[in-house]
């Protein structure tokens, strides 16, 4: 970008009033540390001299002759030729410069013209300054022997500055430490200006310059330059290898005075060195502005910008041994040190996946900090004082700033690692070795290293002492793939810090913490990380994940097609390193509302701590879980577990849930909740384990084929143990061991209650698609406590029991399939049906009625006791009961009590569908020493028959033995071969009988 010209603001209309030396100029340029090139000096008299670091000194003027004015001089003009001596106001044993020429004219106006004018000026640290040209032009207002006031030096000007030497004694093989050579040099001592009007070359050691227009004003009595302005650079080179060592001056006894020159009579000066009070250090302080398409390269490093502006403190005229930070310690020299590190300087941007951004390997040679710098410029250059400490040189004696007005038109660039650093400016402090890049927008400074990854914010501030790189406001990362497509990209709404990697004082392209606070987003293209603020730290040596903390509203999404997601107010990742410099997840610890979702599947608590492993295909598997505080579990086809604290080891897929309160884990699946303490599940073996008391309810909901349940009116299971309780899935075998209740609520106010030391359920093995039933139920007792069933149902409003069954047995089994249900041992069952008889025939049954076995009545009314010794089963598909074994069957009825004895009996139901007719009684045989009594008769055979439909009971003497019939009233048995018993009737016919009692 071009701008308008400038105009030079060196103009002084005033100056000093008396001329007290033939020039003394300075020249100021620009580089990284500043470069100060000083030409010649004289001291003013009067003003506090810099410290002295040499002790010899030049032959003894003492006797020289002094001129008017307020300091020491002595001339001697011989025909045309000129010599001058000046020494000091303070001590006059010291000559401070010397000039001759080999021919000097008197001109009009106090001027002189000279030929070879030569000059030589001693400074104080033992350094000379010689002038030469090839002819010159002053004003001495005092004459040939006074001082210059103003003047030119014109043709072949050359000004070296050689190292300290003995007595300043300079050699004509001597290798001068700068070399300035120009056209011509303009000098006012008056105004302190001095000029270069036709170019200038400056040659050393460690510069080449060249340039056009350069003016230099100085303050002889403060002994310092006041500004510079250079119109034109042509060429500016650094040279930062190391200088030329300066020889070691040793202090030695003053040598003999030379004899004065013949000069007309002049004083003589003290003879004796005067006592110089220890000085003050003087500090000055400069602000330079070079405009217009600015460079620095130094090897593979380059800077360029539209401006760039310096700010130097210089102490008595120098600057400090520290102004200018070294960037590689002095212990270890054979490490390049990196002036341009600050280029350098990527961040590595942390990936949901644990990868960072890495700077790919150099492609050029890295440059060494003795390679040369070149600096250049289009416009012109100013330097001024600075009345007071700008911010700059707060911490700083050396700050420097490339700026632009475009957005990111400030480019440092490295070629050896590829990276660039971009922004409207680039600030450097060399002293605190601290860089800064920013720009006016979020994204108007950039950090790039060439398709690996990208730095994008307001500014970056890059401690180089101390590795830290700072991010005050919003900013991201980038990593980058192919044709530089994003593939993750870490973004923050408030700050970052990344605290780089040292080695040796040099700062590395690695990071071993990170900061990053506000609105935390992270992305590799899939996965994703959110938090209001995000730490990290990275294995030493590596750009590997050692941990990760999130806080605020930390969320993790794994971006895959099953969407694995993590959710907690804090979220903390370790990681292990891995061979090869990389690192895997190895815990990851959520606290506060923590969640873990995958599908529909979920996991909820207060705290949520795993341990992880890899897996196949680059999957990370969680080997060990461990979950607290308000434990919640979601899983597939609607399952929820809640408890205090859950634990799995997915790897054996198995996990459990506990809780301190008795019913603090609850258990749902569709219809079904269980109330316990303690879960556990054994996902290979498919078995679920309670091994704690618990309740278990349950829905059911009636199939539409259930013609028992016309209403589809659900029941509902209430299922009780108190030890333990497992179901194993694979088997489809249910057991619980300990006080078992089971409780079955019927619609139409039925409910049926089992009861048992422990309990068995089997279930189907279904067909795909299709849902598991009921195949066979066990319930075993005690000989204390014996497992019982009990059925009953209730009037209208729930409180009055109309009909009730009751079974009780060591052991009580179901089979569903084959609908039977039995009692293999001894036991007994009470059948109660306290409904209304019905109004038309006592042999109708009321709906829903339970068959009783009283002989007399089909419809059941009454209460019925049956016991045995052997067992019982009654098959319902074919609606048959067998009861074996010292069978007893007592039924009363209105204070009519039958009872019926024998050793097998065999009683048929009806399996008629219709309600009314379901479950009736339709006949019946006892066998085996039947014993029968009701209204006071007894009947005894080895078998009798019963026909319930029409209420006959039959025996006969050929079928189970001989029959016997007592009547109460005689108390004389009656024998007979073959008895029929019309209930109905109450009337009995016999068949061979032996002794006959007909009824009265």
Known sequence: MKHAPRRSSLHRTTGSARATGLFAAAFLLLGFAGVIIFFARRERAGAVPPPMTDTSRPPDITKIPTGNGGGMATGLVQGSAMQVQLVDDKDPSRVQAEITADRSTPLANDEFSFVKPKARVYLRDGRTVVVDADKGRARMPQGAAGRPQNG????????????????????????????TTAPSVKFDASLGRLEFPAGVKTVGDQIDFEGQGLTVLYDEAKKRIDGAHLEHLTRLIIYPGPARPAPRIAAAPAPPAPAAPQAPAASTASPAAATIAPPQPVETLYRLVAHDQVSVRQGARSITSDDMLAWLRLVDGKLRPAAVASLAPPTAP??????????????????????????????????????????????????????????????????????????????????????????????????????????????GAKLESDGRGEALGQRFEIALNTGLVRSPGPGQLRALGKANAPQGTLAWANDAEFQMAMDRGQIQPRPTSAKLRGKVHASDGAATVNAESLDATFFPGTSALSYVK????????????????????????????????????????????????????????????????????????????????????????????????????????????????????????????????????????????????????????????????????????????????????????????????????RPGSERDTLRADSAEIRLSQPAPGQRRVLDTAIAIGTPQRPASAESKHFAPGGEQVVQAMYVEGARIEADQSRQQFSVPGAGKALLADHREADPGTQAQASPGARPGLALGNTSARGDTLLTWNDSMQYDRSAGRLHVVGKVRSIHVLDQERMQLDCEDLVANLSTDAAPDRQGRLTSALASGGAWLRTQGRELAAGQVSFDAINQIATADANIGGPVTITDPKTGVPVKASHVTWYMKDDRIEAKGVQQIAAPK
């Not at 700059?392 to 700026?403: C, G, K, M, W």
């Not at 498919?686 to 539409?704: C, D, Y």
């Open 334 to 443: 054979d490490i390049p040190a990196s002036h341009a590190s600050a280029f350098r300087v990527l961040p590595a941007a942390y990936q949901p996946v644990g990868a960072a951004v890495k700077l790919p390997a150099p492609s050029a040679k890295p440059a060494s900090p003795d390679d040369p710098i070149e600096i250049h410029w289009s416009g012109a250059m100013d330097a001024a004082l600075e009345s007071s400490t700008p911010g700059e040189l707060a911490r700083n004696d050396v700050f420097v700033r490339f700026t632009s007005p475009r957005p990111l038109g400030v480019l440092a660039r490295d070629e050896a690692s590829r990276a660039s650093a971009r922004g409207s400016l680039i600030d450097y402090g060399a002293t605190v070795r601290e860089a800064t890049v920013s720009g006016a927008d979020t994204q």
């Open 550 to 745: 999130m806080v605020g509203n930390a969320t993790a999404d794994d971006g895959k097609p099953d969407a694995g997601r993590l959710s907690a107010d804090t979220l903390d990742l370790n990681f292990e390193p891995l061979a090869g410099g990389d690192s895997r997840p190895s815990r990851v610890d959520l606290n506060g509302h923590a969640s873990v979702a995958q599908r529909d599947q979920s996991l909820a608590a207060g705290r949520i701590i795993a341990d992880l492993s890899p897996g196949e295909n680059g999957r990370t598997d969680v080997t060990a879980m461990n979950a607290t505080q308000d434990v919640t579990v979601r899983g597939k086809d609607g399952l929820t577990i809640t408890g205090d604290e859950v634990r799995a080891t997915p790897a054996d897929d198995w996990a459990e849930v506990r809780s301190r309160a008795v019913d603090g884990v609850r258990m749902c699946q569709g219809a079904s909740t269980i109330l316990t303490s303690h879960v556990q599940f054994d996902g290979r073996s498919r078995l679920v384990h309670v091994p704690a008391p618990g309740t278990l309810w349950h829905e059911i909901t009636p199939s539409p084929s259930d013609a028992s349940n016309p209403n589809d009116a659900p029941s509902n299971l209430q299922l009780t143990w108190g030890d333990w309780l497992e179901f194993d899935d694979a088997a489809g075998v249910g057991r619980c061991q300990g006080a078992t209740v089971a409780i079955l609520t």
């Open 152 to 179: 030119l030096l014109e043709g072949n000007v050359v000004i070296r500055l050689f190292p300290p030497t003995p007595g300043h004694k300079i050699s004509p093989t001597d290798t001068p430490l700068l070399t």
